[in-house]
């Protein structure tokens, strides 16, 4: 077996320290990443790129897509259109929730699964801030009783969704 010093040597993020150990053919070293983290490797992993980090880049990358995607979910400011859905799936979700989750409301699969299909199908929330709260926000309708699902649902001013509360809820 020939074996390739890769003391010192930088691979993307890592950086070899020394060989730890042999399994069968491979060998294996220490690493550390740019982040601080220290890690075993496989180097002939570091040699071809396949290991470029300790898990910090994927983690980087993944919540760069998540936010840069649809630019709605932003950290510190989300959109009403993001608050909408986020709030829409957090009640459906709750079985303990009186109005939504043990009543047995759903969200349908295409928007449960993806923002991006809520916001093409209910399109941008009609601008319009009163105060502190929103203007508009998302109503189920014709049917109040129904589920949330592109035939059901529209941006509604809130004297709109008083008018259009199910016949048994309860009065404030």
């Not at 929730?97 to 093409?120: H, M, P, Q, T």
């Amino acid at each position: 077996m020939m074996f390739r010093d890769l003391t010192n040597q930088h691979f993307s993020r890592l950086k070899a320290r020394w060989p730890v150990g042999i399994r069968g053919k491979r060998i294996f070293w220490l690493a550390s990443c740019t982040c601080g983290s220290l890690l075993v490797v496989k180097g002939n992993a570091m040699i071809t790129g396949n290991t470029k980090s300790c898990g910090c880049l994927n983690r980087e990358l993944q919540r760069a897509a998540k936010y840069a995607k649809h630019r709605h979910a932003r950290q510190g400011n989300r959109t009403p259109e993001y608050r909408s859905w986020d709030s829409m799936l957090s009640r459906c979700n709750d079985p303990e929730n009186e109005g939504y989750g043990k009543r047995g409301i759903k969200v349908c699969e295409r928007w449960r699964n993806s923002f991006d299909n809520f916001l093409a199908d209910m399109g941008p929330c009609p601008s319009g801030m009163t105060g502190s709260k929103r203007a508009y926000s998302l109503d189920r309708f014709p049917n109040p009783d129904g589920n949330y699902e592109p035939v059901n649902c529209r941006w509604a001013t809130l004297l709109e969704q008083r008018l259009n509360r199910r016949k048994d809820a309860k009065r404030r």
